[in-house]
């Protein structure tokens, strides 16, 4: 099954433990602590919207692009209720380009880390990098190794991993341990990576 079809199907079945009704804390922390101005920016992997809905409210100029149609279809309802304006586009990000490039920023909340192979990583890098104007900031959490061991779920990877994939087009700014934003009582670890590109 491809990456949209079975994204398709989660969201159809309602299992989509990572749609958690609001904007991921590691995202807006960034955004307002470093600060990162309001300017054109690419969320990848945008699920129903919550994130861009939230970069919009701060008057980021937002495209959000997602696999599933259903999901896209729900951040439109998202951002129409919210009365922010936000472009959503149902593509499958490694292989296509979106609209309105070059963006400033690119944010991907679990999308780099759903790639098991260090190849795969790094076209994933490559295509964020030619998304982004020259000195762009790509904000990623990714799923992190020194989690508890499990059976199922997305990669998981180590600093190294990640620095092998994106090394070649950016420069890591930070890189630290942190968690996802989740209702769950015990949230995912994770690693919070803000780089630039080259």
């Not at 939230?54 to 599933?68: K, M, P, R």
Request: hydrophobic share 35%; with cysteine.
């Amino acid at each position: 099954m491809s990456v949209q079809n079975r994204f398709e199907e989660r969201y159809r079945a309602g299992d989509t433990p990572w749609d958690v009704g609001k904007p991921d804390f590691n995202l807006t922390d960034i955004v307002t602590r470093r600060p990162i101005p309001n300017c054109r920016a690419l969320g990848i992997g945008c699920g129903t919207g919550d994130n861009a809905v939230w970069l919009a409210q701060q008057n980021f100029i937002v495209t959000g692009c997602d696999t599933s149609e259903i999901a896209i279809q729900k951040a439109i309802e998202k951002a129409s209720k919210a009365e922010v304006k936000c472009t959503f586009v149902v593509t499958d990000f490694p292989n296509h380009e979106i609209p309105g490039a070059p963006y400033e920023f690119v944010f991907d909340r679990g999308c780099f880390h759903s790639y098991a192979s260090n190849a795969e990583r790094t076209k994933f890098a490559n295509n964020v990098a030619h998304h982004l104007e020259k000195g762009g900031l790509w904000l990623s959490i990714i799923s992190s190794a020194d989690d508890q061991p499990r059976d199922f779920g997305p990669p998981r990877h180590t600093a190294r991993e990640i620095v092998t994939a994106v090394e070649p087009y950016f420069e890591i700014l930070s890189l630290t341990s942190s968690h996802f934003g989740s209702n769950r009582p015990n949230p995912p670890r994770s690693w919070v990576c803000l780089m630039q590109k080259r």
